[in-house]
């Protein structure tokens, strides 16, 4: 990186290997393209590979093809997330010096029959704004030595913060700096609404919310620009950012590509697939055309 590099705005994409790209992400390389020439900044591609039972090595083959054909041009080298466990595992130390995660025993199986018995009983369960079931309270309750019990007898766990402590600790209103295709301005943001988010998990060493911003702060992101679907999640980002005492970039959530049924895409949605529109003959001026640059 030459010196006056380090001055520059730095913009990133940021995909996740665990199925091919497709329109929504095309449209999402490319506004970080066109914005990090408007702002004469930098662009990064990061490979978000945490999740290792979910990721596979040949979709991060296929996105550097697809984002090549494109157009893209981006720094090398290209940060994987799974070569940075170590700094993961660092700023979770820090969390838990500040008496901010417990263990979280019970399985997805487990909290889902405890949503569906409530809901049943007529007690609608509270959830997150991605639709999610808000994680229960026991194990945020349980006292020390029957926590200790439960670890001793080698129980699969995932970590969690505790929400209200971490709310309670910052003390502060939390905002963002907001300039996407929804609301712009400086937004309010609601980390509370996620309950006790999930940071790392006994098959995955980090969680999203935990390596995104370690990740951001680490490759000196100052603009993250990605889609409206995680709009609420920047919540989660700038606590955990004051936290642990990292920078807070501006923040891009730009519109999504609805798949031909009006949701939102998905992976396995084959039509749009960048590959399968390569191989169909479409050109990378016509995908321009059709996400209307
Ligand atoms: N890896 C995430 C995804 O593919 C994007 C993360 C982000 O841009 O913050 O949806």
Redo the contacts with the bound molecule.
């Keep these: 990186m030459h010196a006056a590099d380090r001055q520059k705005p730095v913009f990133r994409f940021?995909?996740?290997p665990n199925g091919f790209l497709h329109l929504g992400h095309a449209l999402s390389a490319l506004i970080n393209q066109e914005m990090a020439g408007r702002f004469e900044g930098r662009l990064l591609l990061r490979i978000?590979d945490i999740d290792q039972t979910r990721c596979r090595p040949e979709f991060v083959h296929e996105i550097f093809r697809d984002l090549a054909w494109l157009g893209l041009e981006w720094e090398e080298p290209v940060r994987h997330q799974s070569n940075h466990i170590g700094e993961y595992q660092a700023a979770l130390a820090k969390l838990e010096a500040l008496s901010l995660l417990y263990p979280a025993f019970l399985t997805r199986g487990e909290v889902k029959a405890r949503v569906a018995a409530s809901e049943a009983a007529g007690r609608p369960w509270p959830r997150d704004p991605d639709g999610a079931p808000i994680y229960p309270p026991d194990d945020r309750n349980r006292s020390p030595a029957e926590r200790a019990q439960l670890l001793a007898g080698g129980l699969r766990h995932a970590i969690r913060l505790d929400m209200r402590k971490a709310l309670a600790l910052i003390g502060e209103p939390l905002t963002w700096r907001e300039t996407g295709d929804g609301a712009a301005g400086i937004i309010t943001a609601d980390p509370g609404a996620w309950g006790d988010v999930i940071l790392s998990r006994s098959d995955a060493p980090s969680s999203y919310h935990l390596s995104?911003v370690v990740d951001d702060a680490a490759q000196g992101v100052t603009h993250?620009v990605?889609g409206l679907d995680?709009f609420h999640a920047t919540a989660v980002h700038r606590l955990l950012q004051v936290l642990l005492g990292l920078p807070e970039p501006d923040y891009h959530h730009h519109r999504l590509v609805p798949g031909p049924d009006g949701r939102k895409l998905s992976k396995s949605e084959g039509s749009t697939g960048l590959a399968a529109l390569r191989a169909a003959g479409v050109s990378p001026a016509e995908i321009r055309e059709m996400l209307g640059f």
């Design positions: 940021a995909p996740s978000e995104v993250v990605r995680l």
